[in-house]
C-alpha cells in the first residue's frame, strides 16, 4: 500500500507533519510519501487570479500526488481554530480544479498542537466537511500537547494510550 502522508502546515518545523510522517509509518509493509506543502507554489487565490492563469500548477501538482496514494495521512495544524491560510490556499486551488480534492480515497485525520485543545477545532471542521472534497475518512486522531507526547529524537508518540490510538486509526486504511 501506498501512502501519501501531509502537515496541512507551512512550517518548516511543523509538529503536524511530523506526526502525520509518524502515523503513517505505523502501518506495517507501507511505502510512505511524505509531501511538504512548500513545494507546491501557488498564488494567493481570488476569482481575478484564477481568470488570469487559469488553473495553479502547484494546486495540479498537489492533486497529481496525491493521485498515487492508496490511502492519505493528514494532520492538520489549527491557526485561530481553521486551517493555516497557506494550507487553505493551496486547497482552495485544488477544489477548483477538482472538487474531489482527496479523490475518494481512505483517509485518516489528525491533528496535534502544543496546547491542551489538540487542535480539535480544526479536526471538527475537516472531518465535517470530508465528504464534499472525496475524503473517506476511517479514523480521526486529536493529540494534544504535542511536546508532552511526541520525542523528536525517535520521531515517535511516547504516550502509549496516544500510540494505540494512532496505530488503530491508521489500520483502518488498509
Ligand atoms: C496565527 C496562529 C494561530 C494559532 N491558533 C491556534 C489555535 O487556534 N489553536 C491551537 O491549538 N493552536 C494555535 N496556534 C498554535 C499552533 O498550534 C502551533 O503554532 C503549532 O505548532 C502549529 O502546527 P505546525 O507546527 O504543524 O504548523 C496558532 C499559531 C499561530 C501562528
Do not use: C
Not at 510512505?32 to 481568470?51: A, C, G, H, R, T
Not at 494534544?144 to 491508521?170: C, G, H, L, R
Amino acid at each position: 500500500m501506498r501512502i501519501v502522508a501531509f502537515g496541512a502546515s507551512n512550517s518548516s518545523t511543523s509538529i503536524n507533519k511530523a506526526l502525520a510522517t509518524y502515523a503513517a509509518s505505523q502501518v506495517e509493509g507501507a511505502q510512505v510519501q511524505v509531501l511538504d506543502i512548500n513545494d507546491y507554489s501557488v498564488p494567493m487565490f481570488s476569482e481575478d487570479k484564477e481568470k488570469e492563469i487559469g488553473q495553479a500548477e502547484g494546486a495540479q501538482q498537489f492533486l497529481a500526488d496525491l493521485a498515487e496514494a492508496d490511502a492519505i495521512v493528514v494532520s492538520y495544524a489549527e491557526h485561530n481554530g481553521y486551517y493555516p491560510a497557506a494550507y487553505k490556499n493551496l486547497f482552495d486551488w485544488a477544489s477548483r480544479i477538482n472538487r474531489s480534492v482527496f479523490q475518494d480515497k481512505p483517509v485518516v485525520y489528525l491533528a496535534t498542537s502544543p496546547g491542551p485543545g489538540g487542535a480539535q477545532t480544526v479536526l471538527a471542521a475537516a472531518t465535517a466537511s470530508a465528504p464534499y472534497f472525496g475524503a473517506d475518512v476511517k479514523a480521526s486522531v486529536s493529540v494534544p500537547s504535542f511536546y508532552d507526547n511526541f520525542d523528536f529524537e525517535t520521531a515517535a508518540v511516547t504516550n502509549q494510550e496516544i500510540a494505540d490510538e494512532i496505530k488503530a486509526a491508521v489500520a483502518k486504511l488498509a
